[in-house]
């Protein structure tokens, strides 16, 4: 079992598996978890991706999708577990807290439905606020309270990449880790998707509509990625993110009985793929074949 793949133990494309690997190993920990309340919580985000959520439309974004939030919702779910083995204590509520931002910090990509133009992907840069924007509603609507909406909007700013997280005056030690652990399974679960490399070719499309300079290409947005990692990603997961994803590999070790952590050999194994292809530039979509993505693209 050691050598099993990430996506053999999570499937964070079927919302019921996600809602069990969520809930199962939290409330094994933590018995206090309201898990009814997060719950309903991931029901309505699941329903305002979908379309059936008053005032939205479905999401349309070509990659930060349904899929991706329940990623990173799993993978904070993984640290939640981790830290709590290491003896990092983290509240019933701040456990709510981190897996509510998990699930509302892309939201800001989903149009309304007075929002016409486009695809949510125009919402790009800037879409941190307006996810902030609507988690602070939706907690006023479900009996969250100030505190909850302040630690909400520190909590999600820590996805922002421009963002440093000394920037940020956190209430609390508490509500930093949780940052920390959000900021983090944010870049590492997109990276340790399965199919990481074809959706690059997606978040193209996303950049190319909301005209972020830089990215001329499919070719070009693939070429940046490994530096993107280790100048980008690496720093804030040593420097911001005090290597809060250590968590990962302690989750592994309890939860699964792996000695190698999943999210990271995913990670690992995608460069690596990447690396060959570069190596082959000429030829470079006819290496991604995971679930048929590029080949039901149009153009470059």
Request: proline fraction near 3%.
């Amino acid at each position: 079992m050691d050598n099993a793949k990430l996506y053999d133990l999570i499937h964070p494309a079927d919302p019921e598996a996600v809602e069990r690997e969520v809930l199962e190993p939290l409330v094994t920990i933590d018995p206090a978890f309201e898990a009814d309340r997060l719950r309903s919580l991931y029901r309505d985000v699941v329903r305002l991706f979908q379309g059936d959520y008053p005032g939205y439309c479905a999401s349309d974004a070509w990659y930060h999708d349904l899929e991706h939030t329940s990623a990173v919702l799993l993978c904070v779910t993984a640290m939640v577990y981790g830290a709590h083995f290491e003896g990092v204590r983290i509240s019933s509520r701040g456990k709510l807290l981190v897996l509510a931002c998990a699930l509302f910090h892309d939201v800001g990509l989903i149009r309304r439905r007075d929002e016409t133009e486009g695809t949510g992907a125009r919402f790009t840069v800037g879409h941190e606020d307006r996810s902030i924007q609507f988690t602070e509603r939706y907690f006023t609507e479900h009996g969250f309270g100030p505190d909850d909406v302040v630690d909400a909007t520190h909590i999600i700013l820590c996805t922002k990449l421009g963002t440093s997280i000394g920037e940020i005056a956190f209430r609390d030690r508490e509500i930093r880790v949780l940052g920390q652990i959000l900021g983090t399974a944010d870049v590492v679960a997109q990276m340790a998707d399965r199919a990481y490399l074809e959706k690059l070719l997606l978040l193209y499309r996303e950049f190319r509509e909301a005209r972020i300079p830089g990215y001329e290409s499919e070719l070009e947005l693939l070429e940046k990625t490994p530096s993107f990692y280790s100048d980008v990603v690496t720093q804030r997961l040593e420097g911001d993110f005090e290597r809060a994803d250590t968590f990962l590999r302690t989750h592994a070790r309890v939860r699964w009985g792996f000695e190698e952590d999943p999210f990271h050999r995913s990670v690992e194994q995608n460069l690596r793929y990447l690396h060959r292809i570069l190596g082959d530039k000429s030829h470079y979509r006819s290496w991604l074949r995971r679930r048929g993505i590029v080949s039901s693209l149009p153009g470059r």
